[in-house]
């Protein structure tokens, strides 16, 4: 996620800090840019110091993950250029936001751009604020591109991961938080590029920990879920910040106006969030 200071402007100390606690909670690798990081918030040169910043906290101690979603496709490849040249070891590629376009039009796109990249790219499905990339053209694009080697499905359906399995594609990545336990236990995913992480890693990893030992994920996942029903009820990514601020990790600012009844949800929530987090034993980060 990404924060803004007083100014309004990208706050990297916040985003350092975050990244700190999520590495140090044992992910993988983070993801930047992406819809829960409000990536069409913000303007290229943002997004270029986002990567940096992102890059160098890392440093070296896991992947690193850069969506290139953008309106126009000169801008999705000049923002995975540069994501390449500062450290990204895979893309996020979702098709052009806003404007809709037939399934031709999105194959076309995901031609050219991962011609441009000398580097991996994940397609990024996110209907909910893109235009869809449909299963069968999910299966023909990593099929036939080299370096489209997988896949972040955030739509909530488990057909493209399902598809991408039998083609034995070597990224099957969950998206959305509330079918990571599902899609696990069928064996359609291999990994997960979760929101919720960014600011409960300990409870994502929960799932993740039962999942490696053959446990039950019934209990790991209920608490996921609770998280996930609250995330709902609000924009993206909301929520999320009401908990970042919480936990220490960041601003709970909005790209849009707050109206009289959600400012009442927000404070409602805030509520929630100390019980909740009580209940389960997570504590203030900062």
């Given at each position: 996620?990404?924060?803004?200071?007083?100014?309004?402007?990208?706050?990297?100390?916040?985003?350092?800090?975050?990244?700190?606690?999520?590495?140090?909670?044992?992910?993988?690798?983070?993801?930047?840019?992406?819809?829960?990081?409000?990536?069409?918030?913000?303007?290229?040169?943002?997004?270029?110091?986002?990567?940096?910043?992102?890059h160098?906290?890392?440093?070296?101690?896991?992947?690193?993950?850069?969506?290139?979603?953008?309106v126009?496709?000169?801008?999705?490849?000049?923002?995975?250029?540069?994501?390449?040249?500062?450290?990204?070891?895979?893309?996020?590629?979702?098709?052009?936001?806003?404007?809709?376009?037939?399934?031709?039009?999105?194959?076309?796109?995901?031609?050219?751009?991962?011609?441009?990249?000398?580097?991996?790219?994940?397609?990024?499905?996110?209907p909910?604020?893109?235009?869809?990339?449909?299963?069968?053209?999910?299966?023909?694009?990593?099929?036939?591109?080299?370096?489209?080697?997988?896949?972040?499905?955030?739509?909530?359906s488990?057909?493209?991961?399902?598809?991408?399995?039998?083609?034995?594609?070597?990224?099957?990545?969950?998206?959305?938080?509330?079918?990571?336990?599902?899609?696990?236990?069928?064996?359609?995913?291999?990994?997960?590029?979760?929101?919720?992480?960014?600011?409960?890693?300990?409870?994502?990893?929960?799932?993740?920990?039962?999942?490696?030992?053959?446990?039950?994920?019934?209990?790991?996942?209920?608490?996921?879920?609770?998280?996930?029903n609250?995330?709902?009820?609000?924009?993206?990514?909301?929520?999320?910040?009401?908990?970042?601020?919480?936990?220490?990790?960041?601003?709970?600012?909005?790209?849009?106006?707050?109206?009289?009844?959600?400012?009442?949800?927000?404070?409602?929530?805030?509520?929630?969030?100390?019980?909740?987090?009580?209940?389960?034993?997570?504590?203030?980060?900062?």
């Amino acid at each position: 996620m990404t924060s803004t200071d007083r100014n309004g402007a990208v706050d990297l100390s916040s985003l350092s800090h975050s990244i700190e606690f999520v590495v140090a909670a044992g992910v993988d690798g983070i993801c930047v840019n992406g819809a829960t990081g409000e990536y069409c918030r913000w303007g290229t040169k943002d997004r270029k110091t986002i990567t940096e910043t992102a890059h160098s906290t890392l440093n070296g101690r896991g992947l690193l993950l850069v969506g290139i979603g953008a309106v126009t496709i000169d801008e999705s490849i000049e923002l995975g250029r540069h994501a390449l040249d500062h450290g990204a070891d895979k893309l996020l590629l979702p098709p052009p936001h806003y404007f809709r376009y037939s399934v031709e039009d999105i194959a076309e796109f995901y031609r050219q751009v991962a011609e441009a990249l000398d580097g991996e790219i994940l397609i990024y499905n996110l209907p909910v604020f893109t235009n869809p990339v449909e299963t069968a053209l999910t299966a023909q694009l990593v099929s036939e591109i080299p370096n489209v080697v997988g896949m972040k499905d955030s739509s909530g359906s488990l057909d493209a991961l399902t598809a991408l399995r039998k083609q034995g594609a070597e990224v099957r990545w969950m998206g959305n938080d509330g079918k990571i336990a599902e899609a696990l236990k069928l064996g359609l995913a291999n990994g997960a590029i979760s929101g919720v992480a960014g600011v409960f890693p300990e409870v994502v990893g929960r799932l993740f920990e039962a999942h490696r030992n053959g446990a039950d994920l019934t209990e790991a996942d209920s608490a996921l879920q609770e998280i996930v029903n609250r995330i709902n009820q609000l924009p993206t990514p909301w929520a999320l910040k009401v908990f970042a601020a919480s936990r220490g990790l960041g601003s709970s600012d909005y790209a849009s106006a707050v109206s009289t009844e959600r400012r009442s949800e927000l404070a409602d929530l805030r509520d929630w969030y100390e019980s909740w987090a009580e209940k389960h034993s997570l504590l203030t980060v900062a």
